[in-house]
Each structure stands twice: as structure tokens, then as C-alpha cells.
């Protein structure tokens, strides 16, 4: 069954850190530009974070720039979300997704189940 598996997310304090995993299974996506978005409470979903097939250009939100980053390893078929100093307005449902995804308010037909992160003292 092909599909995407998220995992590494938690409970955290503001300004810590959690790295975020997103491993394919049953397909590989080293041909494909990959996002992560996030679901935050009682919120549409957001792109945060984008990486190109080759993994050489990335962009993120405004809202997370200088704080989180994306990266991949092909051999691995896995995208990573590494997220720094977070802060309460990180919480969410945090999800890995097929393509160049960046789109707010649309919901990624590709998806992992997602992986919560909760920030908070």
C-alpha cells in the first residue's frame, strides 16, 4: 500500500525544538517536490514548507521563516521538518504532501495522517 507516514511530533515548550519525519512507503518520491502543512486549531490548512525533487531549492511560510527548514534524503524516501524556537502558534496537526503544495485554505489530496505538535509551558 503505498502511503505517507509522519511521525516525530509531541508535546514541547516555547522556544524548543522536534524534527519531523515523513517516510514513503510502497512508491519513491525522490522525483517529486514535497511540502509539509499544518492544520492549526479550529484553522484551514497552511503550507509551511516546501523542497524541490533534488532537494536543492526550498521555500517557507513568512510565518515560520528563519525558525523551521526542510530537508530530504532520497535513498531514505524520506522528508524532514526540522522546527526551532517554536512558539504556541505552532501548534497543530502537522502533515507531509505530495507536490509543490503551496496553497492555504486548500486541503492536499496526497497526504500522511499526520503527526500532532503541541507547544505549550
Known amino acids: 500500500e503505498a502511503q505517507l507516514v509522519e511521525s516525530g511530533g509531541g508535546l514541547v515548550q516555547p522556544g524548543g525544538s522536534l524534527r519531523l519525519s515523513c517516510v514513503a512507503s510502497?512508491?519513491?518520491?525522490?522525483?517529486?517536490?514535497m511540502s509539509w502543512v499544518r492544520q492549526r486549531p479550529g484553522q484551514g490548512f497552511e503550507w509551511v514548507s516546501l523542497i524541490s525533487s533534488s532537494g536543492r531549492r526550498t521555500l517557507n511560510a513568512d510565518s515560520v521563516r528563519g525558525r523551521f527548514s526542510m530537508s530530504r534524503d532520497n535513498a531514505k524516501n524520506t522528508v524532514y521538518l526540522q522546527m526551532n524556537n517554536l512558539q504556541p502558534e505552532d501548534t497543530g496537526m502537522y502533515y507531509c504532501?505530495?507536490?509543490?503544495?503551496?496553497?492555504?485554505?486548500?486541503?492536499?489530496?496526497?497526504r500522511g495522517q499526520g503527526t500532532q505538535v503541541t507547544v505549550s509551558s
Open positions: 504532501a505530495m507536490g509543490w503544495f503551496q496553497y492555504n485554505d486548500q486541503v492536499p489530496s496526497q
Open positions: 510502497g512508491f519513491s518520491i525522490s522525483r517529486d517536490d
